[in-house]
């Protein structure tokens, strides 16, 4: 193996730590305690997993959970009730609804109902719109988290050749808003791309967010380039449970020059960022400096 691996872990302990620290001087200096409210409708596994995770470190930070659980035949007015009464409440900085919802809701719908400058996810149509036209927005937390990855590892990205596979509104189009902020020339692939290994050859960074797992393998990869992993996909493998990304990561890691690991790469540093939005929603709710 050649690449190096980007500790994603690591990096995401790291800004936890710096979160709770101004977490400590908002107390301390204001009497303000941020507070994240999560909402989970149904009872799916994986997002049991993940809102449980969530609440753990929002405490451990020193900022207030507030969970919210609703059983999957909830009404989609009963919900939006719930949001406009967080919406309200001055003790929410940050609103997140875990997604995917029950089908019977529109996610749309549901997701702009949110206050805008709550919107810790930044999947509000206003944050969107923000984001791609360069102005102070909310970031979606998983693209955030990949961008301060690459920024420690690369210093600037001025000018490298960025691709990202996937073009969802939650991982790859706010990924590509992200990298092209940074003046990489972005391309973005997806299930039609013509050519994808040699267009994926092309990058210097090379984000892979798909939803299939091992997908990307090393003949995608450009000698010395970085690939990102976003995926998550449990596979049973050798009788075992085993959590794997979208890239090959043997394969990948021996062309590759940095790679993130699935699992301790993009994962930790998701929830990081959810915690860093919504410090920051809370010092914007009060008027006060922003950390950098
Ligand atoms: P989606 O299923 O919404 O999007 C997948 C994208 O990949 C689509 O744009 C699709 O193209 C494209 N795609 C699918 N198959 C191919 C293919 N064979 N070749 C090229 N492109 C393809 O997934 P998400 O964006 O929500 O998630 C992507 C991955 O990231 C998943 O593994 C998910 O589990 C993970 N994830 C991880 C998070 C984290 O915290 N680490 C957070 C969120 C997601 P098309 O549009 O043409 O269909």
Do not use: W
Not at 37 to 64: C, F, H, I, W
Not at 88 to 97: E, N, Q, R, S, T
């Amino acid at each position: 193996m050649t690449a190096q691996i980007i500790d994603g872990k690591a990096f995401a302990a790291k800004v936890r730590g710096q979160v709770a620290e101004h977490v400590a001087q908002l107390k301390g200096a204001h009497g303000i305690i941020p507070g994240l409210a999560v909402v989970l409708v149904g009872e799916d596994p994986a997002s049991q997993v993940y809102v449980r995770s969530k609440g753990k470190q929002t405490t451990e930070v020193g900022m207030n959970s507030y969970e919210h659980k609703l059983p999957a035949e909830t009404g989609e007015a009963e919900l939006l009730a719930l949001i406009a009464q967080l919406n309200h409440d001055p003790k929410v900085h940050g609103i997140l609804v875990q997604l995917p919802l029950p089908d019977h809701m529109n996610s749309d719908l549901v997701i702009n109902a949110i206050d805008p400058a709550k919107d810790v996810d930044g999947f509000h149509i206003s944050n969107v719109g923000l984001l791609g036209t360069g102005q102070k927005s909310m970031v979606p937390c998983t693209p955030l988290g990949c961008l301060m990855m690459l920024r420690e590892h690369h210093g600037s990205l001025s000018g490298l050749n960025a691709v990202v596979v996937g073009r969802s509104n939650i991982v790859g189009k706010p990924m590509a808003q992200l990298l092209l902020g940074d003046s990489c020339t972005v391309t973005i692939a997806h299930s039609r791309t013509k050519d994808l290994t040699e267009v994926c050859r092309r990058a210097d960074i090379l984000v892979a967010a798909v939803g299939r797992a091992e997908m990307i393998t090393g003949d995608y990869v450009k000698p010395g380039a970085t690939v990102i992993d976003v995926g998550i996909n449990r596979i049973e493998r050798d009788g075992k449970n085993k959590l794997v990304g979208d890239a090959h990561f043997d394969s990948c890691a021996e062309v590759a020059g940095a790679i993130t690991p699935v699992p301790g790469g993009v994962g930790p540093m998701t929830i990081a960022c959810l915690l860093a939005n919504t410090l920051t929603a809370t010092c914007r709710a009060n008027g006060l400096d922003e950390p950098q």
